[in-house]
């Protein structure tokens, strides 16, 4: 799977992942209107407005990028229906021949780590039958419980050939609580980085690891730090648009080759309609914004790459 991100990335010329992260107050009042009128203004009724409005954003959008993220929390507040949108999402995205990574940041250990890797990148088994549930390509993990965490999922993407991408230097104004901690002299964050080559080492794609990296573009010296440390890791960037980052600030994410890294943005590409510079689109085309926002979005990293070469 690492290089079918890797070659869908070198065709769309596009380094972006779409954060599906919907809340209601992002999803324009026509589409939230029909659903309630449908399910009334229930869980039902907000799991079917966030479905639509994540397949109109997808019809707009699959042909300009490689991926998209969609963030399990967002589903699951709306209950067993928000997961079902979840779902549908997810099966909806990999019609359209997208990689999915889900967003779902699980840290756990033993039987528990390899339930959440089966449920999620693996397959169950019921009866005679071995079953794929949620189906995702990648997921997003905490290694803060350690290899005890990790393992089980690589355990099971070796199996499947998926992938994941462990948090290293979160985009978060307190990430540094802990991640910035100093250990022998060094900071946390570089040692994360360090088993995530380490891990990543024994399972290679064809140039990049089946193990990446989270590493936000709010920080991009020490992004700078762990490209070095993690020169086979693809490393997945959240922080661009919303968060405060731009494309000047992501070239040291990438290597040479100008892969490597793959660029997050949630709200400011499904919520686009909703800035000053898309409102010419208005909610009823809230769609046609988020594909103008993934066009500059892509002009804008192309453009800080193209000119530090």
């Known amino acids: 799977m690492i290089n079918k991100l890797t070659a869908k990335i070198q065709k769309t010329k596009a380094p972006i ?39 109109e954003i997808v019809d707009k959008t699959y042909d300009l990028i490689p991926a998209v993220k969609p963030q399990i929390a967002m589903y699951e507040q709306f209950g067993i229906p928000g997961l079902q ?15 999915v990574i889900g967003d779902i940041k699980r840290g756990d250990i033993g039987s528990t780590s390899a339930a959440y890797a089966t ?52 985009s978060n104004p307190s990430s540094g609580d802990f991640q910035d901690q100093l250990v022998d002299g060094r900071p946390l964050y570089e040692l994360v980085g360090e088993k995530v080559a380490q891990w990543g080492s024994d399972f290679m794609g064809d140039s990049y690891s089946y193990v990446g990296a989270v590493v936000g573009a709010t920080y991009p010296e020490m992004g700078k730090t762990l490209r070095k440390i993690m020169p086979k890791a693809y490393i997945l960037v959240p922080g661009y648009g919303a968060q405060g980052g731009q494309g000047k600030d992501l070239v040291h994410f990438f290597n040479e080759d100008g892969l490597g890294a793959i660029v997050n943005s949630s709200r400011g590409i499904i919520a686009a309609y909703k800035q000053e510079k898309y409102a010419r689109f208005g909610e009823e085309n809230f769609a046609e914004a988020s594909r103008a926002a993934v066009e500059d979005m892509v002009a804008d990293i192309n453009g800080a790459l193209e000119a530090a070469k």
């Open 17 to 55: 992942v779409v954060g599906l992260d919907p809340m209601l107050s992002y999803i324009p009042k026509h589409i939230q209107e029909k659903a309630f009128h449908e399910f009334g203004e229930t869980l039902e009724g907000a799991a079917e407005a966030i479905w639509q409005f994540n397949k």
């Open 85 to 99: 949108a979840f779902k549908k999402t997810l099966d909806y995205c990999k019609e359209k021949d997208l990689v």
């Open 119 to 170: 449920g999620h990148v693996g397959k169950v088994q019921v009866g005679a039958n071995k079953i794929a549930a949620f189906d995702e390509d990648f997921v997003t993990l905490n290694p803060y419980m350690g290899a005890d965490s990790i393992n089980p999922f690589i355990d099971v993407c070796k199996e499947e050939k998926k992938g994941m991408f462990i948090l290293v230097k979160t």
